[in-house]
């Protein structure tokens, strides 16, 4: 890294569990240099995030890998207004792609920002239907109500999730 | 960073999602990542509450977290309360709320009902939630009227990200 500086290097938008960062760590009053991983430090779960241009349509989806479940630890959002606003209410959706599990989140479209968390719409409670099925993408969507659509502003959303591989 | 150990670096506590770059690798190559592609900072508020001030929790709200910068916004994750001794439940009104103070609505929700042990604050679902606002503090309060009885302080903890929007 001589001679160069972070600002100088490739941007990523998001991590991969493999990704290996520099530390150091004091051991017996020294500084000792290690490097480890992203996934084996905060542990194997992934941060997905979205800056979603609320001018378009807001579809996008994550991945699942082949003969897995994805499994949502929590999701939240920040909403962030343009210069015009409609006052409607803006949801965000996060459902697996057949529809049977779902996470919403909702705000007013308005001239001051919000943020909140994304909720489990169903599975509240014991259920046998709780995530999506094997392979099932999860798919990040957009609703609303009223007259009109959002059409300015910006809304970051961030989704932690593990893949599963089932017995 | 030429020549120069992490250890000699100048130390920040703070977190700029938007500024702060962390370094990577990745397949060999170096790059950089925005501290908003990191899991959110746990932040952590108490504040504790006489019994006269419970009993006046739906009429006065209590500021648990200051104002959040401008551009940057408090979303409470979880809570919990505990009581301190008395001899009387809350009656009535006993859903203790965490709230966006210039928007009050129930982000986090636990009973008051109950003094023997202490209480989860959980979030609060439901088709229209009630986002916390961009600069706003958050408080307690009691929802929808001030309980009539009760006599134990309590002591509010709450678990929150404060994110830039």
């Not at chain 2, 020549?3 to 938007?18: G, V």
Request: proline content about 5%; overall charge negative.
């Amino acid at each position: 890294m001589d001679a160069i500086r972070i600002t100088d290097l490739p941007a990523l938008s998001s991590y991969d569990l493999r990704d290996k960062i520099n530390l150091q760590r004091q051991e017996a009053g020294i500084w000792n240099d290690y490097h480890t991983e992203l996934g084996t430090y905060l542990g194997e779960y992934y941060t997905w995030v979205y800056d979603w241009d609320m001018s378009t349509a807001l579809g996008d989806l994550i991945t699942c890998p082949v003969g897995k479940y994805l499994v949502v630890l929590g999701a939240h959002y920040t909403y962030s207004p343009g210069a015009i606003f409609t006052s409607n209410l803006v949801q965000l959706l996060l459902s697996s792609s057949s529809g049977n599990w779902s996470y919403t989140g909702e705000f007013p479209h308005v001239g001051s920002g919000r943020g909140g968390l994304l909720f489990p719409a169903f599975g509240s409670g014991p259920s046998s239907n709780i995530y999506g099925d094997l392979d099932e993408d999860l798919i990040v969507s957009s609703g609303g109500t009223g007259s009109g659509s959002p059409d300015q502003g910006t809304c970051r959303i961030q989704i932690q999730y593990v893949e599963f591989t089932p017995l | 960073m030429p020549n120069k150990s992490i250890s000699q670096l100048i130390f920040t506590a703070d977190r700029e999602d938007l500024l702060d770059r962390f370094y990577v690798v990745r397949s060999s190559t170096d790059y950089q990542l925005p501290g908003s592609a990191l899991p959110p900072k746990l932040n952590i508020a108490s504040r504790s509450i006489t019994t006269a001030q419970v009993l006046d929790l739906n009429s006065t709200p209590l500021e648990i977290v200051s104002n959040a910068p401008t551009g940057w916004v408090h979303i409470p994750v979880r809570g919990v309360v505990e009581f301190d001794g008395g001899s009387a439940d809350y009656a009535a009104n006993t859903e203790l709320s965490i709230g966006s103070t210039t928007a009050l609505g129930q982000l986090l929700v636990g009973s008051i009902a109950d003094r023997t042990d202490p209480n989860a604050l959980t979030v609060v679902s439901g088709a229209s939630g009630t986002p916390s606002v961009s600069g706003d503090s958050l408080s307690v309060y009691v929802n929808t009227g001030n309980p009539t009885t009760g006599d134990s302080d309590i002591l509010v903890t709450v678990w929150y990200y404060t994110l830039e929007l």
